[in-house]
């Protein structure tokens, strides 16, 4: 399964993995069931969760039934603490929408839910992060997850991010971090894949984040940022019942109002 799952994740474009993935897992969800680990987006318990990643799978990540990742997981339990997501009356624009939440932010009355993405066929507009085609001041939230490692010019992409959201809106942007190194990791004149996946894990990223660098982006660009430890939050017990792995810290800013 590990390795089925390492060669589908390389080669298949994301979307139509999850489409795929969605509807092979739940015809066989069942083999998984059990009480050990907990999915906190679908209420759904197993024995355990199945692996995912490209180059050495991660165990216990990928939730069968929702297909949230850990970062999913940690979002999701940062909102439900730390937000009026769930209940206020928002207008979010979500770049690169995850499948694990698309379906569920539409269900949701008090959301006007916008998504936009540069090819994805789930999102409801498409342009490019650069240029986003939407008035200054325009949403109260904005969600951009594991987008920024592909942009060109990525500084540009968060004053763009800036833009759009209104004084007072906030924003969940959350990249892959290297731990062991503050400062990030990019150089333009890489262009080898395989190069580019032994330095910044995917043969598509153009970077890899610094612990201490990137949350200093994020403040260049205007926002005030907080880093918060999901899994400290809830207790180490909950962090593993809810396989929430490396993928703790949740990044979130917010415009000045």
């Given at each position: 399964m590990q390795q089925l799952i390492a060669l589908f994740t390389r080669f298949v474009p994301r979307h139509l993995l999850q489409v795929w993935t969605h509807w092979t897992i739940l015809r066989i969800a069942f083999i998984w069931s059990g009480n050990r680990f907990e999915d906190p987006i679908s209420g759904k318990t197993y024995r355990k969760m199945l692996p995912y990643g490209r180059v050495n799978p991660r165990p216990n990540a990928l939730a069968p039934h929702s297909l949230s990742l850990e970062r999913h997981r940690t979002i999701?339990?940062?909102?439900?603490?730390?937000?009026?997501?769930?209940?206020?009356?928002?207008?979010?624009?979500?770049?690169?929408p995850e499948y694990c939440y698309l379906r569920l932010f539409k269900k949701q009355a008090n959301l006007d839910y916008v998504t936009g993405d540069l090819v994805s066929p789930w999102a409801d507009h498409h342009f490019?992060?650069?240029?986003?085609p939407f008035e200054d001041n325009a949403f109260d939230v904005l969600m951009a997850n594991h987008l920024l490692e592909h942009v060109d010019k990525d500084r540009d992409v968060l004053l763009e991010f800036y833009r759009v959201l209104k004084p007072g809106g906030w924003a969940i942007?959350?990249?892959?971090?290297?731990?062991?190194?503050?400062?990030?990791?990019?150089d333009r004149?890489?262009?080898?894949?395989r190069e580019r996946e032994r330095l910044y894990l995917q043969s598509d990223h153009l970077r890899l984040y610094g612990h201490a660098d990137y949350p200093k982006r994020l403040a260049d660009a205007g926002f005030e940022v907080q880093?918060?430890?999901?899994?400290?939050?809830?207790?180490?017990?909950?962090?593993?019942?809810?396989?929430?792995?490396?993928?703790r810290l949740v990044y979130f800013v917010r415009k000045p109002r």
């Open positions: 999701w339990l940062f909102m439900q603490r730390h937000t009026d997501f769930f209940t206020a009356p928002l207008r979010m624009l979500h770049l690169a490019d992060v650069h240029a986003i942007l959350q990249v892959p971090i290297d731990m062991d190194n503050p400062n990030t990791e990019e004149s890489i262009t080898d894949p880093v918060v430890d999901v899994a400290d939050e809830v207790g180490e017990e909950l962090a593993e019942r809810y396989c929430l792995g490396s993928e």
